[in-house]
């Protein structure tokens, strides 16, 4: 007869609820460490993307600059097709300008400046980080 009420009583059923509680948030944290780790990954990459495209923009301004002072320098449309490298803010990048045809005389259609004669160059410019 005292075993059954030995099976019958409840001791030791609250510790057994905080055991499978302690089981129940110790999966609960390890889920929330894997996900933020798995966000500051996410992060490091969305930084990486922002410094390769911010580079590559560089380099094309760059690109664009050193063409506007080789044809300011020599007072006409320049035939020399500038390339170059620099870095920004720790990315590294390379330019190159691609000459794309001879100079056309074209006049200009719309604008404050419609009817006036101008010289056209077509320049294809590559950035690469």
């Known amino acids: 007869m005292k075993q059954l009420q030995k099976l ?8 057994l609820i905080a ?13 929330a460490i894997s996900t ?11 930084l990486q993307e922002a410094r390769a495209f911010y580079a590559a923009e ?17 007072g006409t449309i ?13 990315s590294s990048f390379s330019f190159e300008t ?7 005389i074209k006049t200009l259609s719309n604008g404050t400046l419609a009817g006036l004669h101008a010289q056209v160059k077509s320049y294809a410019m590559q950035s690469m980080r």
């Not at 560089?58 to 020599?74: I, K, M, P, Q, T």
């Not at 691609?98 to 056309?104: A, F, K, M, R, S």
């Open 19 to 31: 055991l499978i509680m302690v089981g129940m948030l110790t999966l609960i944290g390890l889920a």
């Open 78 to 90: 320049t035939t020399t097709m500038p390339e170059g490298e620099g870095n920004l803010n720790g």
């Open 36 to 46: 933020s780790d798995d966000e500051v990954t996410i992060t490091g990459n969305e």
């Open 8 to 15: 019958k009583s409840e001791s030791g059923i609250a510790a």
């Open 58 to 74: 560089a380099g094309l301004e760059a690109a664009a600059a050193r063409l506007h002072f080789l044809s300011d320098s020599v």
């Open 98 to 104: 691609i000459d794309l045809g001879p100079v056309e």
